[in-house]
Every structure is written in C-alpha cells, then in structure tokens.
C-alpha cells in the first residue's frame, strides 16, 4: 500500500512516519525513520510504502513527523484509513 502524506509548510531535514493499529488500542506496529520529502502538486510531501500482506483487517493510523538533530520528533499530522479484506 503506497501513501503519499503531506509534509505541511515547514520544512524538515527529515521525516518520521509511525502506523498504528486503531483497532489494537492504538498499538504502534512500523516506524519509517529517515524519510525525505519531495516536491509534490500541493507542496513537499512523503511517500511511505506499508506492506499490505502483513496487515490484518483492522482500523489504522499514519502520524508523520519533522525531524530535527537533537529535538523531539515535531508532529505534523495524522492520516487515518480502514483495511477490510473479502473472505
């Protein structure tokens, strides 16, 4: 599953894209470090690619952050979707 996130106006040296599970009481299960964005139609952005096969049915959340040296992760955004597979 390929998911193209919108950076925001500010601009980072780099990004981090965490997933959760909504449906597992918001249990963290992939972080992407190191992520850089690029030019998109609506400004930067950050394309992240999930593996599918491994997910189960399940309600998920995206949250991307701008990464700095030496702060905290700074929270840009969450981004929410539904997987549901046919039986």
Request: aromatic share 8%; charged share 20%.
């Amino acid at each position: 599953l390929a998911l193209t996130l919108d950076c925001g106006a500010e601009a980072y040296p780099g990004y981090q894209a965490s997933l959760s599970n909504l449906s597992d009481q918001g249990a963290e299960i992939l972080v992407y470090r190191r992520l850089t964005a690029r030019a998109g139609r609506a400004g930067r952005e950050v394309d992240v690619s999930l593996p599918l096969a491994n997910l189960p049915s399940a309600d998920y959340q995206v949250t991307l952050a701008g990464l700095r040296p030496n702060t905290d992760p700074a929270p840009i955004g969450k981004y929410y979707f539904s997987l549901r597979r046919e039986q």
